[in-house]
């Protein structure tokens, strides 16, 4: 065969093979580029449906209530389809056609989460309408599948406690409620509250209203907001002091009388003056807030009785009920929960190492574990049970890597989940988890800013900057003398607030502005968060290098920080309207 | 002679397609390959940073041996454009909806490394800004032969390339 001949047999082999790599190759290309932008697209609408859920919440005042809160839920959920429909421009589909592709929709809130998924509704209307026999009767055979929320669940986990089931609910701090014979004598029992280190507590001053927490004293303390006030066509921004009274602030104007704030005017209270007079004089320090010291005093009586007075300090990772298991218990299992304990009392707050307040304590591993055991469980069966109507696709709960364990365990959070997506090649499998700290319904350790005024020794003098509690500049600035601490508040005072005065004027004000002078974020901790260190190591009052290990302040050099630290996690903390507590 | 110079014609010809275009094809795939990888890894990594809030040692040491992987070396480019809100001192302006008018600060690549290898991580809140770039900076099989034959001009162009950014959607803890 001559060698031209075998140029084109050659070529004839190798030609289509080429082409056909090449084809695959360019599939493959195309598919990854389709699963980027699906991703994008659902990273978006559940980063949407996060800040609807916060700005709607934020701006509810009855948000905590549940009816209330439900329907910020489903507003989100609405937001969520609303954004994933634009982004994957098929906005003009119906939220049911989307929904074919979203098995599940996770909200965690403060002490459970939402399930927004497939459910067999098995309410049925009986009767005629318009006659007395109509009624709702459950048919729990009636296959009537509709996409909605699920009842609430709690963070809750049932232990086994001298043979007997006692019952914790987390959240996504250090309150808990427990529910059952805890074995004191007393019967079934139910009690909520904050577990702290109880014996850090001491020189309780009941008629003072101040005791001293891991060396800190802790006391009545003055708060002030800037507000923006509408009286008549006068519009002055103003600074008063104010209290938590029942979960409402109420404000003292600069003639002594109390007012609530609302749509930008003063109401003056009447009939309640006299009740929040009766609070103030009760308390004995006069018009201060008292709330960090309540926090306190309630979280040492409630975590010594936990510990000395029940046999709920005893109770071990062992004595962990199975989910859906009614006395069966984890044992010698260690793999069943995400965080092996071990042998380590869980509610033991005594220990050194179980300090509740530090993310690392064993309490908060096993809250974070136990969390997530409920979540794998319910959202594996939520997505399980979810019917394609094309029925081609096997739906599955992906693995949820530990960061975003972390951030669903500890803020709130939402989980969307997209599934059975045509790409080509393969199917469209992937979740995205946005979790946000700018909300109204939990008080994080790092939900704390700390307002600073510099001295004459500073830049400039008077001027007032907010700061994260681990700020070097802020450390260095009140140790040196060149900043003096005037408050600590929630992230949420620092937003900027609308004020709506008629349809062609709105202004916007900050709650944490002050008269006279300006108040901005801190380049070094706020804008660019490079020299801020951890709050835990504020909380424990010692910060060490990353790179040495060596201790670059003490306990002395951040006292100034760490009080006024303290003092407002524990007031805003205790200042949270809780549903069930 | 005309027979002689169609053999040398033919030869040539079958040594192009026998060895040199198959060669060719195959390592333009392999770089197509390289690219996908290169880019899937670089939206994964400033995906995570965009819906954590946080930049860490472990997550960028990651990403880089990921891209390693594909046995090429690469210069990768870092960006974080942080928002100044700055929000307090808009407020005496006398038009009240200037109040947010935006800065953004920009850090890059060495300053993120040197931050990264003194303290493990970087906290970034929402509405900062993160971009990461990965080119190739050794000369592929591909882009040597394409050199060669083709006598493109620009032999430093890079083949491979994984590009991102994304606008963080959430505060980063300090923890």
Redesign the interface.
């Given at each position: 065969m001559k060698?031209?001949h075998?140029?084109v047999i050659?070529?004839i082999i190798?030609v289509p093979i080429?082409m056909v790599?090449?084809q695959y190759?360019q599939t493959?290309?195309d598919t990854?580029k389709l699963q980027?932008s699906y991703?994008?697209a659902l990273?978006t609408a559940t980063?949407d449906a996060l800040t609807a859920f916060q700005i709607n919440s934020v701006n509810n005042k009855y948000s905590s209530i549940s009816d209330s809160k439900i329907r910020d839920v489903e507003a989100a959920i609405n937001t969520f389809y609303n954004s994933l429909g634009t982004s994957m421009d098929i906005y003009t589909s119906k939220k049911e056609a989307l929904s074919t592709y979203i098995p599940a929709i996770l909200f965690t809130l403060y002490d459970g989460y939402y399930i927004h998924s497939l459910y067999e509704n098995t309410y049925k209307k009986a009767g005629s309408e318009g006659d007395q026999s109509l009624r709702i009767e459950i048919d729990e055979d009636s296959a009537n599948y509709q996409i909605g929320l699920h009842p609430y669940i709690y963070y809750s986990c049932k232990y086994l406690l001298n043979g007997k089931i006692v019952i914790v609910n987390y959240t996504l701090d250090n309150a808990i409620t427990v529910y059952g014979d805890f074995g004191n004598g007393e019967g079934y029992q139910t009690k909520s509250g904050y577990l702290i280190d109880y014996t850090k507590v001491n020189n309780i001053q009941l008629g003072s209203k101040s005791l001293t927490y891991d060396g800190i004293e802790i006391g009545p303390e003055t708060l002030t907001e800037h507000l923006l006030i509408q009286d008549g066509d006068s519009v002055t921004?103003d600074d008063f002091e104010y209290i938590v009274y029942n979960s409402q602030k109420v404000y003292r104007d600069h003639d002594g009388r109390y007012f609530y704030y609302e749509n930008n005017k003063k109401r003056f209270l009447q009939s309640e003056t006299a009740t929040i007079d009766d609070y103030i004089s009760n308390n004995g320090v006069g018009f201060k807030s008292i709330s960090a010291f309540e926090y306190y005093y309630d979280a040492y009586n409630f975590s010594k009785w936990l510990v000395e007075e029940t046999e709920l300090d005893k109770i071990e990772q062992k004595d962990v009920i199975k989910m859906n298991e009614t006395t069966t218990t984890i044992g010698n299992d260690t793999e069943y929960l995400s965080t092996n304990t071990g042998n380590e009392k869980i509610f033991d707050v005594t220990d050194p190492d179980n300090d509740p307040q530090l993310?690392t304590s064993i309490f908060n591993s096993h809250r974070m574990a136990i969390i997530q055991k409920s979540i794998e469980t319910n959202l594996s069966t939520a997505i399980g049970n979810y019917q394609n109507s094309l029925n081609v696709y096997q739906f599955v709960l992906p693995v949820i890597d530990e960061?975003?364990w972390y951030?669903l365990t500890?803020?709130v959070s939402i989980v969307s989940f997209m599934q059975g997506i045509p790409l080509g090649m393969k199917y469209f499998n992937n979740y995205?988890?946005?979790?946000?700290?700018?909300n109204e319904e939990v008080i994080?350790?790092?939900a704390i800013y700390i307002m600073a005024q510099e001295t004459t020794g500073g830049a400039m003098p008077g001027s007032?900057e907010y700061h994260?509690p681990?700020c070097k500049e802020l450390i260095d600035g009140v140790n040196n003398g060149n900043m003096q601490i005037i408050g600590g508040y929630t992230?949420l005072e620092?937003l900027?607030q609308t004020a709506k005065l008629t349809e062609a004027d709105?202004?916007?004000?900050?709650p944490q502005?002050r008269v006279g002078t300006?108040?901005?974020?801190c380049?070094h901790c706020?804008?660019?968060?490079?020299l801020?260190?951890?709050?835990?190591d504020i909380i424990k009052g010692e910060i060490r290098s990353?790179?040495t290990g060596n201790v670059l302040y003490n306990e002395s050099e951040l006292e100034e920080v760490r009080k006024m630290y303290l003092m407002a996690l524990a007031r805003e903390k205790s200042d949270l309207y809780k549903s069930n507590f | 002679m005309g027979d002689s110079l169609i053999t040398v014609v033919a030869i040539a010809l079958a040594a192009i397609l026998m060895f040199i275009f198959p060669l060719m094809s195959l390592s333009e795939r392999t770089d197509d390959i390289s690219s996908l990888a290169v880019q899937t890894a670089t939206t994964e990594f400033v995906d995570r940073v965009k819906t954590t809030g946080r930049l860490t040692l472990d997550d960028y040491d990651q990403y880089v041996s990921t891209i390693s992987s594909t046995g090429n070396s690469f210069l990768i480019d870092l960006q974080i454009q942080q928002l100044d809100e700055n929000p307090g001192s808009k407020e005496t302006q006398a038009e009240a909806t200037k109040i947010g008018e935006n800065l953004y600060y920009n850090i890059y690549t060495s300053q993120i490394e040197d931050e990264l290898n003194s303290k493990g991580r970087i906290v970034l809140k929402e509405g900062d800004i993160f971009s990461a770039t990965a080119r190739n900076t050794n000369l592929t099989i591909a882009q040597l032969l394409r050199n060669f034959f083709f006598m493109v001009s620009g032999n430093d162009q890079y083949e491979i390339v994984g590009k991102d950014a994304a606008v963080v959607a959430v505060n980063g803890g300090s923890r």
């Open positions: 060698l031209q075998l140029s050659f070529v190798i080429a790599m090449s190759i493959q290309i990854i980027s991703q994008k990273d980063h921004l993310s960061e975003n951030e500890n803020n995205s988890v946005i979790s946000n700290t700018k994080n350790n790092q007032i994260r681990g992230s620092f900027r709105i202004r916007y004000f900050y502005a300006t108040t901005t974020g380049y706020m804008v660019s968060a490079s801020d260190y951890n709050t835990d990353f790179d | -």
